[in-house]
């Protein structure tokens, strides 16, 4: 028997009113450098944030970003009832460490850079099922840290094919409740794992793009919904090359994602900027997201928006072994206020 929550298999309803109550971003230079810089709240001017290393700058980003939506919400530290966070390094340390700076339950949560919709979806349904009255989902990602992990070290400057894409240094956090006049949460649906075989791990948006055609697909038909209910829809970080394969998938299978269709990787910066293919990382979605999306969405110029990180599943074990690179994608309805 189907739950009162669900619409289909994959996706919740949320039947209460759930509201992002503040969100806000922490981003490196090259990102406060883009078309997005105006929306961000807090652009260091290096790589390093001023601390010691690149793993203690992509913490200290997300504390700033988590304690500035703490208090865009108007709420104090001791309010919040959990924190679920996510990063891309081992044992996700930024995640760690950053709770161990606030006196705040922690869920760490992994879904690569899928983990800002799947924290904000998993932090939704905790707030609509009655077990929190406020969260905060959180997640971050570093240029230098990420390089550093899953393929070379920035010292070493080996060379990327055009198809690669630039890791997002950053951080987004928002905090959600019931109430508010905050934009809405409305549904969520949660994806499945899709591995078409592919084991470049440069070559993110081909792999990417097909479990974010999956998501997408399974939401319109479980909210019987098209790509045109939606003022603005974004994909995480497919770059140019998955943007291209998904509008094509998509359109096969009678969705025409065209009009209302971007991807958060091309959004945050400008063409001339030596990107590769575009942006990647968990702070692609959720800085994108927790500025320009929710600035749009409370000023009204946005009704409704569809939000589907995607996420590469793979390890620097899974990939040195010759494994192919399996991976997800999580979607979040979201409207102005005016909707409800």
């Known amino acids: 028997m189907k739950a009162q929550h669900q619409c289909g298999r994959q996706t919740w309803k949320f039947l209460h009113d759930i509201r992002i109550q503040g969100s806000a971003v922490a981003v490196g230079p090259l990102e406060g450098e883009g078309p997005l810089a105006a929306e961000f709240d807090h652009i260091h ?17 997300m ?15 001791s309010e919040i009832d959990i924190v679920l966070a996510g990063d891309l390094l081992n044992q996700t340390i930024s995640s760690n460490f950053t709770a161990s700076q606030l006196n705040i339950p922690l869920i760490g949560m992994f879904g690569a850079c899928s983990t800002s919709m799947e924290t904000l979806s998993v932090g939704a349904a905790l707030i609509d099922a009655g077990y929190a009255s406020y969260i905060i989902a959180t997640c971050s990602s570093h240029n230098c840290t990420a390089e550093k992990q899953f393929r070379y070290p920035t010292e070493y400057g080996g060379q990327k094919p055009e198809y690669a894409q630039w890791t997002v240094t950053g951080a987004g956090a928002a905090v959600v409740g019931r109430g508010g006049a905050g934009p809405r949460i409305t549904h969520a649906t949660i994806g499945k794992v899709v591995d078409m075989g592919i084991k470049d791990p440069f070559d993110m948006g081909s792999a990417m793009a097909p479990a974010a055609v999956d998501t997408l697909s399974t939401h319109f038909r479980d909210t019987d919904r098209m790509p045109s209910d939606y003022d603005l829809i974004v994909t995480g970080d497919l770059g140019k090359v998955g943007y291209a394969i998904l509008k094509d998938e998509m359109k096969d299978l009678a969705f025409e994602m065209t009009p209302v269709y971007n991807d958060c990787g091309l959004m945050i910066y400008s063409p001339d900027q030596q990107v590769f293919s575009g942006g990647s990382g968990c702070a692609s979605s959720a800085v994108v997201t927790y500025s320009y999306i929710m600035n749009r969405l409370r000023e009204g110029s946005i ?13 620097p074990v899974s990939y040195q072994q010759g494994e192919s690179i399996p991976c997800i994608a999580h979607a979040v309805a979201l409207e102005a206020v005016e909707e409800v």
């Not at 001017?45 to 980003?61: C, H, I, L, T, V």
């Not at 504390?63 to 530290?77: D, G, M, P, R």
């Not at 009704?303 to 390890?315: D, E, H, N």
């Open 45 to 61: 001017p290096d790589m390093y944030a001023g601390q010691a290393s690149w793993e203690k700058a992509e913490r200290y980003m």
């Open 63 to 77: 504390y700033q970003a988590v304690q500035t939506a703490i208090k865009k919400s108007n709420l104090l530290e």
């Open 303 to 315: 009704k409704r928006a569809l939000v589907c990180a995607t996420g590469a599943l793979f390890s």
